[in-house]
């Protein structure tokens, strides 16, 4: 029971720290506009700012989700430490 207690746990910080990495790379820069507005040119929307925006959304989503497993693991992993 001890080895899957530290199992978990260790598997829980890898998925935290996975997961903070894609936020912290992923999270939205300034230059992305999630709408697709190129303020800069006559108000018009970029299709590709657009899918930018899409994929940093959906990247550091997936980064929030793999902090709230790896904190299920690592609390699993204390409940059933010895």
Avoid: C, H
Avoid at 7 to 15: E, H, K, P, V
Avoid at 38 to 65: H, M, W
């Amino acid at each position: 029971m001890e080895i899957a207690s530290k199992t978990l746990s260790i598997l829980g910080l890898i998925l935290s720290l996975r997961g903070s990495w894609l936020i912290w790379k992923f999270g939205l820069p300034a230059s992305i506009d999630r709408e697709g507005w190129v303020r800069e040119v006559l108000e018009n929307k970029d299709q590709d700012q657009i899918e930018e925006g899409r994929k940093y959304d959906a990247r550091s989503t997936f980064g929030f989700k793999l902090m709230g497993l790896g904190f299920i693991l690592q609390t699993l992993g204390t409940l059933l430490a010895p």
